[in-house]
């Protein structure tokens, strides 16, 4: 495995065990909270990221299973998104955090059977550009779970049970 490769699983581990204790730690309130960049309620926010993850694995294990790469759109993933915030927008801290922690197995169970060749291998398509499942997880993967995480951890430093 390369360094580049290895260094950024090892920094997705380090995020989404951030991202599991931020979970755990959320109290109902903040469960609630509007996230400061989606705007949509943090318990929604914890589990996007486990979504994400979960998404993501599958983009990546097309490598291993020879199909076509994934081709992206961005209106049919916000559609996703946001019927996720408004039905789910209750969902209990454990459930998300459940989320996150399967989205990570899943992803850690398809890097655990790649080799190099695979993760050469075109899996993603966005604006007829191929990527690699290796691009994939280093300029994806781990920049979305960074990107949530970041916002999750913002919203509940704003939190009125943090402040006191």
């Not at 927008?89 to 190099?116: F, Y």
């Not at 951890?153 to 402040?163: C, M, N, V």
């Amino acid at each position: 495995m390369t360094e580049e490769r290895t260094a950024a699983l090892r920094e997705l581990r380090a995020a989404v065990d951030e991202a599991l204790a931020l979970s755990r730690a959320m109290d109902e309130e903040d469960c609630r909270l509007a996230s400061v960049a989606e705007g949509w309620p943090a318990v929604i926010v914890a589990y996007h990221i486990g979504l994400g993850l979960r998404r993501q694995a599958g983009f990546i294990a097309r490598a291993l299973t020879g199909e076509e790469p994934f081709e992206f759109q961005w209106e049919p993933t916000h559609n996703v998104n946001a019927v996720n915030a408004l039905e789910h927008a209750s969902m209990s801290k454990d459930d998300a955090a459940e989320e996150i922690d399967q989205g990570w197995v899943r992803l850690q169970g398809v890097v655990e059977r790649m080799d190099e060749e695979s993760w050469a291998r075109d899996v993603f398509s966005f604006g007829g550009r191929p990527r690699s499942a290796d691009l994939v997880l280093r300029r994806i993967v781990l920049p979305h779970l960074k990107e949530h995480l970041e916002s999750l951890r913002r919203t509940l430093a704003e939190s009125p049970a943090t402040a006191s």
